[in-house]
């Protein structure tokens, strides 16, 4: 039986939502894995598949159903965010940002008053109970979008590098 081949451009027209799905997959040259990294939201290579197999595959489920609720996480915040107005919006970076209601007052040219109520309904559209926890929330998926946009700028980085010792040896 033949391996099925990964095209490059069934890759790039592959829908974004297909990156939430747990795929393993096991390489047989850095090409295909590079083709493959494209496609999903990460790729585990093994150094040696046959040995670790079972131990490996345990591994990557785990480590897919890690993804999966950081995915959630993010996706939820941003529902959540989605119902905020634009006032609420700036509220909400000046307080991640570490501001007072004072500085905040001043800084949007409002009273204390209207900064409070706009910072409780912040709280509540993103069922926090303070700044803290919404610094907290916010700074999370930073973090996990960063980690996201270092992968696909290291991949970005990969393909041209590839690309480039191709047309070489062409």
């Known amino acids: 039986p033949t391996r099925p081949s990964l095209n490059a451009r069934l890759v790039d027209a592959a829908d974004p939502s297909f990156r939430r799905t747990t795929l393993i997959t096991l390489c047989a040259s850095e090409s295909e894995a590079t083709l493959w990294r494209r496609l999903a939201w990460d790729v585990i290579t093994p150094e040696t598949p046959d040995d670790d197999l079972p131990f490996m595959l345990e591994a990557a489920l785990r480590e897919a159903e890690l993804r999966r609720e950081e995915w959630d996480l993010v996706n939820e915040y941003y529902r959540r965010r ?47 109970p303070s700044a803290v926890p919404l610094a907290d929330c916010v700074a999370t998926v930073r973090t996990l979008e960063g980690r996201r946009f270092r992968r696909d700028r290291a991949e970005a980085h990969a393909v041209v590098r590839h690309a480039a010792l191709a047309s070489q040896e062409t």
């Open 82 to 128: 989605a119902t905020l107005t634009a006032d609420e919006e700036e509220v909400l970076e000046a307080v991640v940002a570490g501001k007072l209601n004072k500085q905040i007052a001043s800084e949007f040219r409002v009273s204390i008053r209207t900064v409070e109520q706009r910072r409780r309904r912040v709280f509540s559209k993103m069922d926090v």
